[in-house]
T-cell receptor, first 112, second 117 residues
Framework: EDKVVQSPLSLVVHEGDTVTLNCSYE??????LLWYKQEKKAPTFLFML????IEKKSGRLSSILDKKELFSILNITATQTGDSAVYLC????????????FGQGTELSVKP | DTAVSQTPKYLVTQMGNDKSIKCEQN?????MYWYKQDSKKFLKIMFS???????INETVPNRFSPKSPDKAHLNLHINSLELGDSAVYFC????????????????FGSGTRLTVV
């Protein structure tokens, strides 16, 4: 069965800290891996990764994929209270019409 | 300009009732989805439609029936609601397969919080 596992499930840090969120996957037909941030409502798109070893960066957030070891990490540097959210990792499966398999999320809380 | 809009945002109803949730997207995407998010924040796909055709139908009770009148709309009707149906239901849309060049990849609506009492 296809599955995506995130760790840790929750994390509490202080402003200015750097955090690393992990996502590992076991799927039959990997196409891409996506990261989302979910605050109160809809998940909002952060990154989409398809190739190993190429870092994607957006401000203080960055992410990289390792297709050999079947995992991805999401890094957030100099965290701010506004980074507090649930971070979701999802894998898209080939030829499944865009279906995403989600991990259970990492709840990040950034304290002032 | 809302990209994926769902109505209603909140729905409180009694067991045994029938209810519908509507979803519309204005992104020109060809595929739409329904996801269910349980109390532990776990998002699981229920259905997807590509150009009005049912593509994915996960193991979902027959009481749930999606309908797509056109590729910009996907509604979800639920019959005989049960307590276990309480969750947040998210509509989403994308091009399928999801394409990097589009930037967003996959866009979610703001969710419908369904509470069955």
């Amino acid at each position: 069965e296809d599955k995506v596992v995130q760790s840790p499930l929750s994390l509490v840090v202080h402003e200015g800290d750097t955090v690393t969120l992990n996502c590992s996957y076991e799927v039959t037909n990997f196409r891409s891996l996506l990261w989302y941030k979910q605050e109160k409502k809809a998940p909002t798109f952060l990154f989409m990764l398809t190739s190993s070893g190429i870092e994607k960066k957006s401000g203080r957030l960055s992410s990289i994929l390792d297709k050999k070891e079947l995992f991805s990490i999401l890094n957030i540097t100099a965290t701010q209270t506004g980074d507090s959210a649930v971070y979701l990792c999802a894998v898209e499966i080939y030829n499944q019409g865009g279906k995403l398999i989600f991990g259970q999320g990492t709840e990040l809380s950034v304290k002032p | 300009d809302t990209a994926v809009s769902q109505t209603p945002k909140y729905l409180v109803t009694q067991m045994g009732n029938d209810k519908s949730i509507k979803c519309e997207q204005n992104l020109g995407h060809d595929t739409m989805y329904w996801y269910k998010q349980d109390s532990k924040k776990f998002l699981k796909i229920m259905f997807s439609y590509n150009n009005k055709e049912l593509i994915i139908n996960e193991t979902v009770p027959n009481r749930f029936s999606p309908k797509s009148p056109d590729k910009a709309h996907l509604n979800l009707h639920i019959n005989s609601l049960e307590l276990g149906d309480s969750a947040v239901y998210f509509c989403a849309s994308s091009l399928a397969p999801v394409r990097v060049g589009q930037g967003y990849g996959y866009t979610f609506g703001s969710g419908t919080r369904l509470t069955v009492v």
